[in-house]
């Protein structure tokens, strides 16, 4: 099934109900797919490209555009506003783009880079007068082969260029399926959707997923706490899907006391592993444990979920139906539960492959479809998975293999640090020795390089005490709040 079709279905199931809350905006599911489907006639004229670039927000235009675009038979590229010049360009060429569909906002950077810059802004009148006249049912009218791209995802990876993971609708629709039936999802669930849709957990978790099972999404174009906050309680918003940052900045002080949050039932934390404080803090306030999920833009994204109501701290959960994983090591070999290896995952979700880049997917595709992640973790003998960090963030000490994350985890015990990031960092004698990058509250005092030495000695093997400590007024992250530690590392 592709992923117009899906939609399709939960237009059949409920066309009056409330699909999609923008502001001072709410569409139905039969308004939603009318304008879509008018406005899929509209893409052939802005372009001949197979691929379209969309730059927008978080937002019911974005999510138009896209079911636009797709139900042309066209391929939406997400385009990553936030990036500087050089990697926009590099992602135009790549992805062969000559439109990029935006608001008049963020156009004046794409005027520099491709040919035609489509304001939304200037054709919703016109798709609203030929919604009135269109059916549906024309988004699903091209015979779209299922296993056709449906999406281009830039991630940077640990190439110099960012690669564009291309995703077929088979793999977002399964992924989508897969999530409802780990969830137990339906139409009566609301999901703020607040993560940028040129990332993987926002597209198909914010924009994709609520569309599938026919809830309503709540749209959140620029975080800040006191709007979500409102939003949940204005529409009894129940999902919620995002990154350990904005899980802590809920969390922070007695923000949201004063705040209805009682219809939150599923709270999910993914994008980078979750600060066991974060989930502690969390379970203290709300009473039910924040979930943990795991996944990667190659495997559009979702590969595991803590069921709801499991208490059990520090995994990324059970795979999804129809996902497999398995832990290997450097030879490829399976190694038994309890293990570390590295985490490969194979199933319809699954990627089609790196754009332009066969040596680099066949570097990562195993012979029997095994996509090996370059993730360290293990496996229970329950079948729940934990992930250890980055194969390529390990520090080797003097022959040992030193985990950043665990040593992390220990320093956010201290009641001075609000932030912390470890990396290794060259030494003559020992190859790599271990260095923490910290940030302070605001209220703490006293605190040096030997106190945080010292705190750790405690806590960890001698091996592990961080050799340098470097304090920083806030550490380096990307779009989805992830620590970029190639920039700490050099």
């Known amino acids: 099934m592709n992923l117009n079709e899906q939609l399709l279905e939960s237009v059949a199931a409920g066309p009056d109900r409330t699909a999609i809350v923008d502001g001072n905006v709410t569409l139905t599911y039969g308004q939603f797919a009318a304008l879509a489907a008018a406005g899929s006639r509209l893409v052939p004229e802005l372009t001949s490209a197979q691929n379209v670039g969309i730059a927008l927000p978080p937002s019911a235009g974005f999510a138009l555009c896209y079911f636009a675009v797709t139900g042309a038979g066209r391929t939406v590229v997400p ?53 009135a006249g269109t059916d549906p049912a024309e988004l699903a009218s091209r015979n779209l082969d299922d296993h056709a791209p449906a999406t281009i995802l830039y991630t940077s990876g640990t190439s110099a260029k960012p690669k564009g993971v291309v995703l077929s609708h088979y793999n977002l629709s399964e992924n ?119 996944g990667l833009t190659e495997t559009s994204p979702v590969v595991s979920i803590v069921p709801m109501g499991d208490r059990r701290r520090g995994s990324a959960g059970k795979p999804l139906p129809r996902v497999k994983v398995r832990i290997v090591d450097d030879d490829g070999n399976e190694l038994p539960p309890d293990t570390e290896g590295e985490i490969c995952v194979a199933g319809p979700s699954v990627m089609t492959g790196y754009l332009n880049l066969p040596d680099e997917t066949a570097d990562v595709m195993m012979d029997d479809g095994y996509f090996r992640t370059g993730d360290l973790g293990r496996l229970d003998r329950d079948g729940f998975l934990y992930v250890s960090g980055r194969k390529t963030d390990l520090i080797i000490s003097a022959g040992e293999n030193i985990s950043p994350r665990e040593i992390e985890e220990v320093i956010l015990l201290h009641a001075g640090v609000a932030d912390v990031a470890v990396v290794g960092v060259p030494d003559k004698m020992r190859g790599e020795v271990v260095k923490a990058f910290v940030v302070l509250k605001d209220e703490a005092a006293g605190v040096d390089e030997e106190s945080i030495r010292t705190f750790c000695t405690k806590r960890l093997a001698a091996f592990k005490v961080p050799r340098h400590v470097e304090f920083a007024t806030e550490l380096p992250r990307g779009f989805t709040g992830k620590v970029l530690k190639r920039k700490l590392a050099h």
């Open 176 to 294: 989508c399926k897969s999530c409802i039936e780990a969830l137990n999802l339906g139409p009566r669930y609301v999901l703020l959707a607040m993560l940028p849709f040129f990332h993987s957990f926002g597209l198909t978790t914010g924009l994709l997923l609520p569309l599938s099972f026919g809830g309503k999404t709540v749209m959140l174009a620029k975080f800040s706490v006191p709007d979500l906050l409102a939003l949940v309680e204005e529409h009894k918003v129940s999902i919620i899907l995002t990154i350990p940052s904005i899980w802590n900045a809920m969390l922070r002080g007695n923000v949201g006391q004063e705040r209805d949050l009682s219809s939150l039932e599923i709270c999910v934390s993914g994008g980078e592993p979750l600060p066991t404080q974060t989930y502690d803090r969390f379970l203290g306030r709300f009473d039910f444990p924040l979930s943990e999920g795991y």
């Open 79 to 131: 385009v990553n506003f936030l990036l500087a010049g050089e990697e926009l360009q590099h992602i135009v060429k790549d992805s062969a783009i000559d439109t990029v569909i935006t608001t008049a906002k963020l156009a004046e950077p794409m005027r520099a880079l491709v040919p035609r810059v489509v304001l939304i802004e200037e054709h919703l009148g016109d798709l609203r007068g030929a919604a």
